[in-house]
């Protein structure tokens, strides 16, 4: 006894007393079960009792040994690219579709997964054809006639009802079924052989290598079988490697074995031309009419029983529409997708009343190559994004994965290359349809990963080019001191760079950090608020500092792309900034420099005025122009530049003309022309307030201003622009020539 609340005696009861809760009975499968024996008794199926004799007769033995390795290849870089994914990730149920939406994110790894349950699906159908066709073969040894077209019917019908039983029923028939194909083989490789090795040396030319190869291969496709059952295995990190490799050689070895007595036991001609070679080879024939009904019987359940699995992972995923979610529904006592298995069933009999399945057959044999493309494909980019959260315990080289995606899309090329455009357009419809339903669920891909292992590569690239002069554009840090500039700013920015080039923003306002937080939040959530609403290319942020100047020339001195520092500074205009010690110390960084004067906002986009002053200066201002004028606000309006020259008659001043008119020339910018003004007495800025205050934006150098303004820079900009909507004052430092070919 045990005091309990109040001060009450309780009795504990012991643990022999309890009740016992009833105990599940662990229903899940081991390597040789779950993986091994679906996948080998797959792989052994109708193809090498029915198609591999046609190979080894039509193209002889050694072609065929090579056939049998290149295609093994493929699968053995799949099984690579599968365990290396497989030892990442806590495995689930839904087999190759779970592994390649878990690698490349739901919207591409569901339209794989619809791809691939279609294929399984599709797939049972073609199996309950060939049982029949051999079921049918012994009815008539009896007499009994039944159209295939109804016996197929009632054969994918009884699978379906053996799968609704359970997988531990499928299974134990499995053991069952193999019995029957080794037998069937045990009566092959004790068959007599007839021919001499001369006659197996001379290889056949009944059909070229790549029509053999293509009738080959959807033989070693059947590595899906094992890899569907994921979700039922005890350990599937364990399984998943050593079943799919187990299958893969011994069935290699298989094939090899049997080629060479196929090429001892018969001709070339009767390998070729007659259907019942195997019986005839075989020392007691009744064996491989038992084997080929086993063969195509276990690969009907095999596909009946994984895609299923795979249609309850993508509706748990959310990437079947809302009214299909009830196929995710599990049996509450067993677990078991009974209503996908349903579903499938009804599929697949649509599918056997279509009649002529000869194109569907190769359409799903693309689907089943395409999705061991991108298990390939998942492990690959895996591999080069350097994530580091990409830690399998199975290491798949780089190399072997990248062999086994391209491989696979040359087999679809060799197949049938208009059947391989049609699923690659069937495949990126449904990666739209799921990218922009957004209604599936949002499983991070590898793609990111891979986006910033490339952008690290571009950016040392950069590095190294960008200084040249033909690669030359302006990469702009922002500043903005005025939030009434910023809008102007940013679409300023984006104008600049939204083909061409790469800008921050910063928006500077007064205060501290930690005390004036949710004030640079406010400012943050605003700017970001402009710039998706509007669609600007900029990338702004908000800052708090107790002092501008400081603040931008420590940021013009740390901001880079990776190791490039931004070649353009862009400033507000404002007083407060002491714009004299400011702009010289930019340009002892090697900065170019430009100053925004905004007075009425930007309210008109069809005239650029661009005054020329030296040469280095006008070159930029008018690459500046440029950019800006070809954005596509400045483009619908029909946007002219206008390059402005103020003469005095000099020879000097002649000679600046001439340059000029060569530059705009050899420019090719087709919306520019040249005007020459002159000074006769005037001052410039009188000269620039008369020519530029209707412009809706106006560029000129800083030279010019610099040389009179002494100490007094920000007053001498002040009155230049004084009369201008909006202008921008530039000084150049780097040699930009954009005449460069």
């Known amino acids: 006894y045990i005091m309990g609340r109040k001060g009450k005696q309780v009795r504990r009861v012991s643990q022999e007393?309890?009740?016992?809760?009833?105990?599940?009975?662990?229903?899940?499968?081991?390597?040789?079960?779950?993986?091994?024996?679906?996948?080998?008794?797959?792989?052994?199926?109708?193809?090498?009792?029915?198609?591999?004799?046609?190979?080894?007769?039509?193209?002889?033995?050694?072609?065929?040994?090579?056939?049998?390795?290149?295609?093994?290849?493929?699968?053995?870089?799949?099984?690579?690219?599968?365990?290396?994914?497989?030892?990442?990730?806590?495995?689930?149920?839904?087999?190759?579709?779970?592994?390649?939406?878990?690698?490349l994110g739901s919207e591409f790894g569901g339209s794989l997964g619809i791809q691939l349950y279609l294929a399984q699906t599709?797939?049972?159908?073609?199996?309950?054809?060939?049982?029949?066709?051999?079921?049918?073969?012994?009815?008539?040894?009896?007499?009994?006639?039944?159209?295939?077209?109804?016996?197929?019917?009632?054969?994918?019908?009884?699978?379906?009802?053996?799968?609704?039983?359970?997988?531990?029923?499928?299974?134990?028939?499995?053991?069952?079924?193999?019995?029957?194909?080794?037998?069937?083989?045990?009566?092959?490789?004790?068959?007599?052989?007839?021919?001499?090795?001369?006659?197996?040396?001379?290889?056949?030319?009944?059909?070229?290598?790549?029509?053999?190869?293509?009738?080959?291969?959807?033989?070693?496709?059947?590595?899906?079988?094992?890899?569907?059952?994921?979700?039922?295995?005890?350990?599937?990190?364990?399984?998943?490697?050593?079943?799919?490799?187990?299958?893969?050689?011994?069935?290699?070895?298989?094939?090899?074995?049997?080629?060479?007595?196929?090429?001892?036991?018969?001709?070339?001609?009767?390998?070729?031309?007659?259907?019942?070679?195997?019986?005839?080879?075989?020392?007691?024939?009744?064996?491989?009419?038992?084997?080929?009904?086993?063969?195509?019987?276990?690969?009907?359940?095999?596909?009946?029983?994984?895609?299923?699995?795979?249609?309850?992972?993508?509706?748990?995923?959310?990437?079947?529409?809302?009214?299909?979610?009830?196929?995710?529904?599990?049996?509450?006592?067993?677990?078991?997708?009974?209503?996908?298995?349903?579903?499938?069933?009804i599929i697949g009999i649509g599918v056997i009343t279509l009649g002529s399945l000869e194109l569907v057959s190769q359409i799903v044999a693309m689907f089943f190559l395409s999705v061991y493309g991108w298990i390939n494909g998942s492990a690959f980019f895996e591999k080069i994004s350097h994530n580091p959260s990409y830690r399998p315990t199975f290491n798949a080289p780089t190399y072997v994965s990248f062999y086994g995606m391209m491989a696979s899309y040359i087999v679809m090329y060799l197949f049938n290359p208009l059947i391989m455009i049609s699923v690659i357009i069937i495949q990126g419809l449904l990666f739209f349809y799921l990218y922009k339903s957004s209604k599936s669920m949002k499983i991070e891909g590898v793609w990111a990963g891979v986006s910033f292992r490339f952008m690290k590569l571009f950016l040392k690239s950069m590095d190294k080019n960008a200084k040249t002069v033909k690669n030359w554009r302006p990469t702009l840090l922002a500043f903005s001191t005025k939030e009434i500039?910023?809008?102007?700013?940013?679409?300023?920015?984006?104008?600049?760079?939204?083909?061409?080039?790469?800008?921050?923003?910063?928006?500077?306002?007064?205060?501290?950090?930690?005390?004036?937080d949710e004030k640079t939040k406010q400012h943050q959530e605003s700017l970001n608020k402009y710039v998706k609403d509007n669609e600007v290319d900029i990338f702004p942020r908000s800052i708090a500092s107790e002092n501008f100047k400081s603040t931008i020339e420590d940021l013009a001195q740390a901001e880079t792309i990776g190791n490039l520092p931004l070649n353009t500074i862009l400033l507000d205009f404002d007083k407060d900034l002491k714009l004299n010690d400011l702009t010289k110390n930019l340009k002892s960084l090697d900065k170019n420099l430009i100053i925004l004067r905004n007075q009425s906002g930007f309210s008109g986009f069809k005239s650029v005025d661009v005054w020329w002053s030296s040469r280095r200066n006008g070159n930029f201002m008018i690459l500046l122009a440029y950019l800006i004028t070809h954005s596509k606000r400045w483009l619908e309006e029909g946007a002219t530049i206008r390059v402005l020259n103020i003469s005095d008659g000099s020879e000097e001043s002649k000679k600046d003309i001439r340059h000029v008119e060569k530059v705009l020339k050899e420019s090719r910018i087709e919306n520019i022309e040249l005007k020459v003004i002159?000074?006769?007495?005037?001052?410039?800025?009188?000269?620039?307030?008369?020519?530029?205050?209707?412009?809706?934006?106006?560029?000129?150098?800083?030279?010019?201003?610099?040389?009179?303004?002494?100490?007094?820079?920000?007053?001498?900009?002040?009155?230049?622009?004084?009369?201008l909507k909006v202008s921008l004052v530039v000084f150049a430092t780097d040699k930009i020539d954009f005449r460069v070919n």
């Not at 679409?491 to 004036?516: A, E, P, Q, R, V």
């Not at 008369?690 to 002040?718: C, W, Y």
């Open 122 to 345: 599709i797939a049972a159908s073609f199996y309950a054809i060939a049982f029949a066709r051999g079921f049918g073969a012994i009815l008539g040894i009896f007499g009994v006639a039944i159209p295939e077209f109804q016996l197929a019917l009632i054969s994918l019908i009884l699978f379906g009802i053996i799968v609704l039983i359970g997988a531990q029923f499928v299974v134990k028939l499995q053991y069952f079924i193999l019995a029957a194909i080794l037998l069937s083989l045990v009566s092959i490789f004790l068959g007599p052989n007839t021919i001499d090795l001369t006659s197996v040396v001379v290889a056949s030319s009944g059909l070229s290598f790549w029509v053999a190869f293509a009738m080959f291969f959807p033989a070693v496709t059947g590595i899906d079988a094992g890899v569907g059952m994921s979700g039922e295995l005890k350990d599937p990190k364990k399984s998943l490697v050593r079943g799919t490799f187990m299958a893969i050689f011994v069935t290699m070895a298989v094939y090899l074995v049997l080629v060479i007595k196929l090429s001892f036991s018969a001709s070339a001609n009767e390998l070729l031309n007659n259907p019942q070679i195997m019986q005839k080879v075989a020392l007691f024939s009744p064996l491989i009419i038992l084997g080929i009904i086993m063969a195509t019987s276990s690969s009907a359940l095999s596909s009946l029983m994984t895609s299923p699995r795979c249609l309850v992972a993508m509706a748990e995923d959310k990437v079947l529409p809302k009214f299909l979610s009830f196929l995710g529904k599990k049996s509450k006592k067993s677990g078991e997708p009974r209503i996908a298995v349903v579903f499938s069933l």
């Open 485 to 516: 500039n910023n809008h102007p700013i940013a679409s300023l920015l984006h104008w600049i760079s939204s083909k061409s080039s790469i800008t921050k923003m910063y928006f500077l306002h007064k205060g501290k950090i930690g005390k004036d």
């Open 678 to 723: 002159p000074k006769e007495g005037r001052q410039i800025k009188s000269i620039i307030h008369e020519h530029s205050a209707s412009s809706d934006l106006v560029i000129m150098g800083l030279t010019n201003l610099e040389k009179s303004a002494n100490k007094r820079l920000a007053d001498h900009i002040e009155k230049f622009t004084k009369k």
């Open 17 to 103: 007393e309890a009740p016992v809760k009833k105990k599940i009975p662990d229903k899940k499968f081991g390597t040789f079960a779950g993986v091994f024996m679906p996948s080998l008794l797959t792989i052994l199926g109708a193809v090498m009792y029915l198609i591999l004799p046609q190979v080894v007769g039509g193209v002889g033995l050694f072609k065929t040994i090579l056939i049998i390795l290149i295609a093994h290849s493929v699968t053995v870089s799949t099984a690579y690219s599968i365990s290396a994914i497989s030892t990442n990730i806590k495995v689930k149920g839904g087999g190759l579709y779970y592994l390649i939406s878990r690698s």
